[in-house]
């Protein structure tokens, strides 16, 4: 058959989205997040990005910096059913490995009688990279429907082919697909504030934060006759040039060197956008009240290719469009509402806190209006207790629940969800007055989510796709005071 050559598509959040957090946010910026995960009601330098009114209850004028260090890694496959599949019961597993080997940030606050300024740098969103090395599913399905759809006319047009040919179509036995997908994404956030304390309990921050979107993402089909199909066209090419000579180039394409269809991308995406944010802290006989509010960010990425062909059948060119040199597309950062409870049970000694985020995703614009086929915004819900056992020992552990609101049409191979809960533990060791060092494990347990539809991607087929995922963090980190 004709060779397929096809550099396809953006994977664009096929980015690493292991972190904690909704659709677009990184949450776990902190070793404190990851070693408790409720930190919206702290008082120390994790405060910056959790809480930054609270900044004005910490225990120390002067300077605190703080240097943290994750490392994460994340599955996510897909298990598809397509008739054309040629594995046993037409299912075959794709598997994606994505990682983020250093995941840096860096808080630094000072703070001088009610004046707290501060400011914060880290990837708050993406992360990292994925690679299917075996594909997508989306892309082997269409080019399998387009091989089968393109042939089976001329099958069907000579009865002798019959024998050659007994599906009706050149079907997969006859061709070899090798496929490869990549994708890399970050976005970047520097944040600036300032926090006051209006009154002994009650405290208030303003600031902003600067977003920088880096991602690139390429990837590769081939779909080449093997001997089985060289040998039949061979035996049907002479009755073809005799009885419908307008099918010849047809037939001599599909063991030729040409193509059903070429595409080559090499796409780069960048773009920026600003987030305002506010907060409130109150402190009462033990108790912590915060919240913060981060405003909706709008954010356009720009497409920046390298290698872009388009020659493509029809069922591509929608797609690829999305990916012309320049064009821009619309990946808003929504607002985002966290507040917090915390309880200290034991002065200084064993505190916990409950919090609640909502993530306004339905009023972010995405390409193609995606985010109108959610149900609703993502809810997350956190709990976690810690304990200091002693002046140099403090354990922790904490939970958290994620719901994004998923649909099918919301659910695609290069940009899926799935609902998940999250467990976190570790400690903190304070060496001496002026450093301590934290460390932290989570894992994420995520929902697998079924989609099923009777036109597979536009093939004109039913397919069924599963998809699973699995997420590991692990970090360190070190708070200086002076």
Aim: some cysteine; proline content about 4%; charged content about 20%.
């Amino acid at each position: 058959m004709k060779r397929i050559t096809t550099l396809v598509l953006s994977l664009t959040t096929v980015g690493l989205s292991a972190l904690a957090g909704g659709l677009l946010h990184n949450t776990n910026q902190h070793i404190a997040f990851m070693r408790m995960m409720a930190r919206g009601a702290s008082h120390e330098i994790d405060a910056v990005y959790t809480n930054p009114a609270g900044l004005a209850f910490m225990d120390h004028d002067g300077w605190t910096l703080s240097l943290n260090i994750q490392s994460a890694t994340q599955s996510r496959d897909v298990l598809t059913t397509f008739a054309l599949f040629p594995e046993p019961d037409h299912t075959r597993l794709y598997k994606g490995k994505a990682s983020a080997p250093v995941i840096p940030s860096l808080y630094g606050a000072y703070k001088k009688d009610r004046w707290t300024f501060s400011g914060f740098f880290g990837f708050t969103g993406g992360g990292g990279k994925c690679d299917f090395d075996s594909g997508l599913p989306m892309f082997d399905a269409a080019v399998m429907a387009g091989v089968a759809s393109q042939t089976a006319p001329l099958i069907l047009k000579f009865p002798q082919a019959a024998a050659l040919f007994p599906q009706g179509y050149v079907d997969p036995s006859f061709y070899d697909i090798e496929s490869s997908m990549k994708g890399r994404q970050y976005i970047y956030g520097l944040q600036l504030g300032g926090t006051y304390k209006i009154l002994d309990w009650l405290s208030a921050y303003a600031g902003f934060r600067m977003n920088y979107f880096d991602g690139n993402y390429s990837g590769f089909i081939t779909a080449s006759a093997n001997d089985k199909l060289k040998g039949a066209v061979g035996q049907m090419l002479p009755l073809v040039q005799q009885y419908a000579p307008e099918y010849v180039p047809v037939l001599s394409g599909m063991s030729g060197e040409g193509g059903l269809a070429k595409v080559a991308l090499d796409c780069s995406q960048t773009g920026w956008g600003v987030t305002p944010i506010i907060g409130v802290d109150l402190v009462w006989k033990g108790f912590t009240l915060a919240a913060k509010y981060e405003f909706k960010t709008n954010l356009s990425i720009e497409n920046d290719n390298k290698t872009f062909e388009t020659d493509v059948p029809d069922a591509f060119k929608e797609k690829m469009a999305d990916y012309k040199h320049g064009v821009n597309t619309p990946n808003d950062l929504p607002a985002v509402l966290y507040t917090a409870l915390g309880y200290e049970f034991i002065p200084e000694k064993l505190r916990a806190t409950v919090e609640y985020h909502y993530y306004d995703d339905k009023h972010a614009e995405m390409a193609h209006d995606k985010q109108t086929h959610l149900k609703h915004g993502t809810h997350e819900v956190l709990a976690g207790v810690e304990w200091d056992i002693n002046k140099m020992f403090t354990v922790s552990g904490g939970f958290q629940n994620t719901d994004y609101g998923l649909t099918d049409d919301y659910q695609t191979h290069t940009s899926f969800s799935c609902d998940s809960y999250s467990i976190g533990f570790g400690g903190a060791v304070n060496v001496n007055e002026h450093i301590k060092v934290n460390v932290g494990y989570f894992w994420t347990t995520y929902k697998d989510y079924d989609r099923s539809e009777e036109n597979y991607f536009n093939t004109t087929l039913p397919g069924k796709d599963t998809y699973s995922r699995t997420n590991k963090v692990f970090g360190a980190g070190v708070d200086f005071k002076f």
